[in-house]
RNA sequence: GCCGCUGUAGCUCAGUUGGUUAGAGCGCUUGAUUGUGGAUCAAGAGGUCGUAUGUUCGAUUCAUACCAGCGGUACCA
């Protein structure tokens, strides 16, 4: 880098994995996020914000140590030396909500809430380090109604956002199923590395849908080397011990009792296994008599979800359509929500086991994937009627009309760069203006403000020729009186409308 | 973290078998038009060819390392 005298100048740049967000995505996903609300709102659950930070410990990360300071989150010390960090999620603030506010809240409690999250972690196609979620949780219900009322809520929300019925699929699955298919092949908290081998047993588990069932036999076993030659260590199981794990993972049937009956024989005489399966049996007979078939919500052994705090009944949803992108090649959208039962949680503060369940909107991902779709109601078409300023010493004059616009709810701005006439209109065409307020000393004279239609005006240009013809036609624009002004505004947005 | 691909103007990309002043289109600024968007025409701004080291008389070009971006994979409460 040179060594001038000059001011080093900071470059702009923006940290990876974060993004700025644009007029018109913030319109959509305002309306998004509205509209999950009304549906959260609707099953009775009540807002709640809690802040952007917490004690790391509340959180529930270990401090930060010297080897891996912000491993997976964004960490730093108050003054006083306590380390805080940045929300990686919206359940754990929760939890630590609701245990210091244990006494006051009603039992169960229920609560939304929306916000940033982010994760310090290396970003992907469709994944950043700060992202949006939206969350609904009952704690304090450890009736698997709490769990079924999620899947009906995330399925509610989905198509309220108008993913239609067939677009997206609610899988469910339980974690104590899991454990009993894993208990009933010998792999229990009686052997040594339990806790580790179950985590890779999971992780493998996770992968069915990405890697199918050849790449997940591989890692279930010796360990498997993917395309670009890096190689993942197995669970190191039998082929005895995996067959029935392969079976447990295509055992998704058709119909959700159909596949219930084929995972019950899989963990037949497992008693928390069949606690499982007794659980996701009674949240498809609630499912069913709320008329949430298998066309919203399905069964699916194969879903894993998050390895840390799920204790019981786990949620996924996903979109089932395919759309390319810019060079054809298909794009799958993958979770676009999750969630499950963690009856953990608030115990780690309070001591005394407060069961929970939540599910949790991906916004941001569900964002892209409206947006590809072209699926997200164009919003804002218009800009603001621009009032031009053809003389500086006249603002009185522009600031006049303006408040009258303004005072009729019309939208409207008057020019404040230092353009001439000509710029002032390119300005207003980027606005994606409907039009433009002009008014000249001839104009002035007369009482009159002239308005000259950008939409009209960008349309008869297409049949325009020559420079002369363009000025001295003066497409789509034409005089009213100075009192018609808002009248004339309004026609001109109404004709455009739609 | 590991593997691979890519790095030339704001954007999309040419180009140099190693040679003096590195190009195009689009975009941007200004003007033709002293009161009018588009189109057209003209002019202009904008690059240490990702960074460093090495080979060489000479490197944007070759080699190595690093960095960044992208993709995959691992991890992901």
Same mark, same amino acid.
């Given at each position: 880098?040179?060594?001038?005298?000059?001011?080093?100048?900071?470059?702009?740049?923006?940290?990876?994995?974060?993004?700025?967000?644009?007029?018109?995505?913030?319109?959509?996903?305002?309306?998004?996020?509205?509209?999950?609300?009304?549906?959260?709102?609707?099953?009775? #659950?009540?807002?709640?914000?809690?802040?952007?930070?917490?004690?790391?410990?509340?959180?529930?990360?270990?401090?930060?140590?010297?080897?891996?300071?912000?491993?997976?989150?964004?960490?730093?010390?108050?003054?006083?030396?306590?380390?805080?960090?940045?929300?990686?999620?919206?359940?754990?603030?929760?939890?630590?909500?609701?245990?210091?506010?244990?006494?006051?809240?009603?039992?169960?409690?229920?609560?939304?809430?929306?916000?940033?999250?982010?994760?310090?972690?290396?970003?992907?196609?469709?994944?950043?380090?700060?992202?949006?979620? #939206?969350?609904?949780?009952?704690?304090?219900?450890?009736?698997?109604?709490?769990?079924?009322?999620?899947?009906?809520?995330?399925?509610?929300?989905?198509?309220?956002?108008?993913?239609?019925?067939?677009?997206?699929?609610?899988?469910?699955?339980?974690?104590?199923?899991?454990?009993?298919?894993?208990?009933?092949?010998?792999?229990?908290?009686?052997?040594?590395?339990?806790?580790?081998?179950?985590?890779?047993?999971?992780?493998?588990?996770?992968?069915?849908?990405?890697?199918?069932?050849?790449?997940?036999?591989?890692?279930? @076993?010796?360990?498997?080397?993917?395309?670009?030659?890096?190689?993942?260590?197995?669970?190191?199981?039998?082929?005895?011990?995996?067959?029935?794990?392969?079976?447990?993972?295509?055992?998704?049937?058709?119909?959700?009792?159909?596949?219930?009956?084929?995972?019950?024989?899989?963990?037949? @005489?497992?008693?928390?296994?069949?606690?499982?399966?007794?659980?996701?049996?009674?949240?498809?007979?609630?499912?069913?008599?709320?008329? #949430?078939?298998?066309?919203?919500?399905?069964?699916?052994?194969?879903?894993?979800?998050?390895?840390?705090?799920?204790?019981?009944?786990?949620?996924?949803?996903?979109?089932?359509?395919?759309?390319?992108?810019?060079? @054809?090649?298909?794009?799958? #959208?993958?979770?676009?929500?999750?969630?499950?039962?963690?009856?953990?949680?608030?115990?780690?503060?309070?001591?005394?086991?407060?069961?929970?369940?939540?599910?949790?909107?991906?916004?941001?991902?569900?964002?892209?994937?409206?947006?590809?779709?072209?699926?997200?109601?164009?919003?804002?078409?218009?800009?603001?009627?621009?009032?031009?300023?053809?003389?500086?010493?006249?603002?009185?004059?522009?600031?006049?009309?303006?408040?009258?616009?303004?005072?009729?709810?019309?939208?409207?701005?008057?020019?404040?760069?230092?353009?001439?006439?000509?710029?002032?209109?390119?300005?207003?065409?980027?606005?994606?203006?409907?039009?433009?307020?002009?008014?000249?000393?001839?104009?002035?004279?007369?009482?009159?403000?002239?308005?000259?239609?950008?939409?009209?005006?960008?349309?008869?240009?297409?049949?325009?020729?020559?420079?002369?013809?363009?000025?001295?036609?003066?497409?789509?624009?034409?005089?009213?009186?100075?009192?018609?002004?808002?009248?004339?505004?309004?026609?001109?947005?109404?004709?455009?409308?739609?």
């Amino acid at each position: 880098m040179g060594k001038n005298k000059k001011l080093p100048r900071p470059k702009a740049r923006l940290p990876k994995g974060l993004r700025d967000i644009d007029a018109e995505e913030i319109r959509a996903r305002d309306g998004m996020l509205r509209t999950i609300r009304h549906v959260y709102d609707s099953y009775g #659950f009540e807002p709640l914000d809690t802040p952007a930070f917490e004690y790391t410990d509340a959180l529930g990360k270990f401090l930060p140590d010297q080897d891996r300071p912000n491993e997976g989150v964004f960490s730093f010390q108050d003054e006083d030396e306590q380390w805080l960090s940045l929300r990686y999620d919206l359940t754990a603030p929760l939890a630590r909500y609701v245990a210091e506010n244990y006494e006051r809240l009603p039992k169960p409690f229920r609560r939304y809430q929306s916000g940033p999250v982010w994760r310090n972690e290396k970003p992907g196609p469709g994944r950043f380090r700060e992202f949006i979620q #939206f969350d609904a949780d009952t704690v304090g219900a450890s009736s698997v109604a709490a769990d079924a009322e999620m899947c009906m809520l995330a399925a509610d929300a989905l198509e309220a956002l108008g993913i239609e019925r067939g677009d997206y699929v609610i899988k469910i699955n339980n974690r104590k199923v899991l454990d009993g298919v894993l208990g009933s092949i010998g792999v229990d908290s009686d052997g040594d590395d339990y806790l580790s081998k179950r985590l890779t047993i999971l992780r493998a588990l996770d992968k069915y849908d990405r890697l199918g069932g050849e790449g997940v036999k591989l890692l279930l @076993g010796e360990g498997r080397k993917d395309e670009s030659g890096d190689f993942t260590k197995g669970a190191g199981l039998s082929s005895e011990q995996i067959e029935p794990l392969m079976a447990f993972v295509v055992a998704q049937g058709n119909g959700r009792s159909e596949t219930l009956s084929t995972i019950e024989e899989l963990v037949r @005489g497992n008693e928390v296994g069949q606690q499982g399966i007794d659980e996701l049996k009674t949240i498809d007979a609630l499912l069913s008599a709320s008329e #949430f078939a298998t066309d919203r919500v399905v069964i699916d052994p194969s879903i894993v979800r998050g390895l840390d705090y799920y204790t019981g009944p786990v949620f996924e949803a996903e979109l089932t359509f395919e759309v390319k992108d810019e060079k @054809g090649r298909p794009v799958r #959208f993958g979770s676009v929500g999750g969630g499950g039962r963690y009856d953990g949680l608030v115990a780690r503060f309070k001591g005394q086991p407060v069961p929970a369940t939540g599910f949790s909107v991906g916004v941001s991902r569900l964002y892209t994937a409206l947006s590809t779709l072209g699926k997200l109601e164009e919003t804002a078409p218009f800009g603001p009627v621009v009032v031009s300023v053809f003389d500086k010493a006249n603002l009185a004059d522009y600031q006049k009309l303006l408040a009258q616009l303004r005072a009729a709810g019309i939208r409207a701005e008057v020019y404040l760069g230092n353009g001439k006439m000509g710029q002032q209109f390119k300005y207003a065409d980027q606005r994606r203006s409907p039009c433009v307020v002009i008014q000249g000393p001839d104009e002035k004279e007369k009482g009159e403000v002239q308005i000259k239609d950008l939409i009209e005006g960008a349309k008869a240009a297409a049949s325009v020729a020559s420079n002369e013809e363009w000025r001295s036609e003066r497409p789509a624009q034409f005089a009213v009186p100075e009192e018609k002004l808002v009248e004339a505004v309004r026609e001109v947005i109404a004709r455009h409308e739609t």
